[in-house]
């Protein structure tokens, strides 16, 4: 077929895509790749129309089809789009493989420095970030972009002052910026209260856009509750709230939330532990409750290795039922899970994280919050799970999760504050099942508890994972690994008890979240 036909039937895929007919944009795509097999930006297109009509395995295929294929040909100028395609797969150690092996002296590699510097640093490689950033800057590059780029891998690997320098860089070049105005409050305070506030606003008063109105609103709120003006403050985040708020998400209901096939209470009915002695460890809980702080904690011991928050569960359940699923799963996919084999799951998580497991680590942890749901799923398919659940008390969990501003639509309910209230009560209601139905693989632990005495909670922590404790764990500021979650500046301070009984600062404010818990008939 001559370059001419193939443009044809590209053109005419594309069409047909429009007008939604996938099945024959699929089959004119296939016609190209049969006549073409490495034309890469089709089979980036076959992902993107089975992502559409929901085909997991097929839509991973050609994700990965066209990693493959941009690795052998080394035709660089699309590797952007096909690492991002990969990471709607989360596959994180394959994204970062394909990018630390292109030609990083290829201007058509370099041209995508913004993009493909943030996937290192996403896909946990922050010190590869600042290397390909170097040498971008080195060649004369400048966007500002690139400095907030730059300031969020340092931010990763807990270098403070250079990153607020970098987030600095990065307004002088583009003032109204709200990514960087946001991240920057939330990163550290300014030196002098307040002293960011008129440019923030005159940013808020140029913006159009709501999500960036949004994050200017959360901007404001930070630097005024730091600078102490707190009823301003509310002010300003009630109004980024209401540009996040949705009225129209839909209640999860406990029956649909937990998920418990038949045996998903009873951990030995899986069979033996891993054979190679790999111990997955979950952390989760409620954002922003201290799931972070424990997981420094936990993998400060040498034979632990912390992977963040992963969605590693979620695409094992994808890929096992060859259908898109999230977090709390839906009735309709939660009814398919119990016929799915444990050591199908297991074998395919186990999978996605043993690039982990390597230098004598035999436990990973894995950080996602939506992760609690599904407690009988990890304890049936891998019995040698620990799940740690941080509970933290209800008022200081609703003003940790009101105050921030979550990226990629995460969280949702977070910006009502009666939609809070029901996430939190059916949290506390899958915590109590879960405790009482699978004791040997789920610990809830007190946030309260941990800061106020470490030591103790650290030791039975260490203890229920079958680990040796020793005392210095519990001195974070020793743990230099990055991390890459919304605590990644607050977590390279000492363990301290100011978080607790914080929300008595909007005590009023807090009013409706407080009422609906007792609407709920939840504890306070």
């Known amino acids: 077929m001559t370059p001419e036909q193939l443009e044809v039937l590209w053109h005419a895929a594309q069409q047909h895509e429009e007008e939604g007919a996938l099945d024959s944009a699929r089959s004119a795509y296939q016609e190209i790749l049969a006549n073409s097999p490495r034309q ?63 030609d990083w002296d290829d201007p058509r590699v370099l041209g995508q420095s913004v993009v493909l510097s943030q996937q290192l640093w996403l896909c ?151 054979a190679a002695g790999r111990v997955p460890i979950f952390i989760t809980g409620m954002p922003r409750t201290g799931t972070t702080l424990l997981s420094r904690i936990v993998s400060a011991h040498p034979a632990v290795a912390d992977a963040g928050e992963l969605a590693a569960l979620e695409h094992a359940l994808s890929q096992a039922m060859d259908r898109f699923i999230e977090l709390p799963l839906k ?18 998580y186990m999978r996605r994280t043993g690039m982990y497991y390597a230098d004598g680590v035999r436990c990973v ?19 040698q799970a620990k799940i740690l659940c941080l509970v933290r008390g209800p008022m200081d969990t609703a003003y940790s999760n009101l105050r921030q501003l979550f990226q990629n639509g995460a969280f949702a309910y977070s910006y009502d504050q009666r939609q809070l209230a029901d996430r939190y009560a059916l949290f506390q209601a899958v915590v109590a099942h879960w405790q009482e139905r699978l004791p040997s693989n789920f610990l809830a632990v007190s946030y309260e508890s941990l800061v106020e005495d470490p030591i103790t909670v650290g030791r039975a922590v260490f203890e229920f994972c079958g680990l040796e404790f020793d005392p210095a764990f519990v001195d974070i500021t020793r743990n230099a690994s990055p991390s890459a ?24 404010r807090l009013r409706p979240f407080a009422d609906r818990l007792r609407e709920l008939g939840a504890s306070l």
């Open 40 to 102: 890469i930006m089709v089979q980036v297109k076959l992902s993107e129309l089975e992502q559409r009509t929901g085909r997991y395995r097929e839509a991973r295929r050609h994700a990965l089809e066209a990693g493959a294929t941009i690795s052998m040909t080394r035709r660089w100028e699309g590797l952007a789009f096909v690492t991002a395609n990969m990471l709607v797969f989360d596959e994180r150690e394959l994204v970062r493989g394909l990018i630390l092996q292109s």
């Open 124 to 274: 946990g490689d922050p010190p590869a970030a600042l290397r390909m950033l170097d040498l971008v800057a080195r060649r004369g590059g400048k966007d500002h972009r690139l400095s907030y780029s730059r300031a969020m891998a340092l931010q990763h690997l807990g270098r403070g002052e250079e990153a607020s320098r970098a987030f600095e860089e990065c307004i002088r070049m583009a003032p109204d910026f709200a990514l960087a105005h946001w991240s920057l409050a939330y990163h550290a305070p300014s030196g002098v209260p307040g002293a960011r506030l008129d440019r923030i606003r005159s940013a808020l008063g140029r913006s159009q856009d709501s999500l960036e109105r949004a994050m200017l609103h959360y901007a404001l709120y930070k630097e005024l509750d730091d600078a102490d003006e707190r009823d301003a403050a509310w002010a300003e985040l009630e109004k980024g709230a209401a540009l996040m708020h949705s009225p129209f998400l839909p209640p999860t209901r406990l029956p649909d939330s937990l998920v418990e096939p038949a045996a998903a209470g009873a951990a030995e009915a899986a069979g033996e532990p891993d």
């Open 331 to 348: 009735p309709d996919d939660a009814s398919r899970v119990g016929g799915i084999p444990a050591t199908e799951i297991a074998e395919a």
């Open 365 to 383: 942890i894995d950080k996602s919050p939506s992760n609690v749901f599904v407690a009988g799923i990890i304890a049936r398919s891998m019995p």
């Open 485 to 508: 979650t919304a605590s990644a500046s607050q977590i390279r301070s000492p363990i301290h008890q100011r978080g607790v009984g914080e929300w008595r600062h909007h005590e009023a």
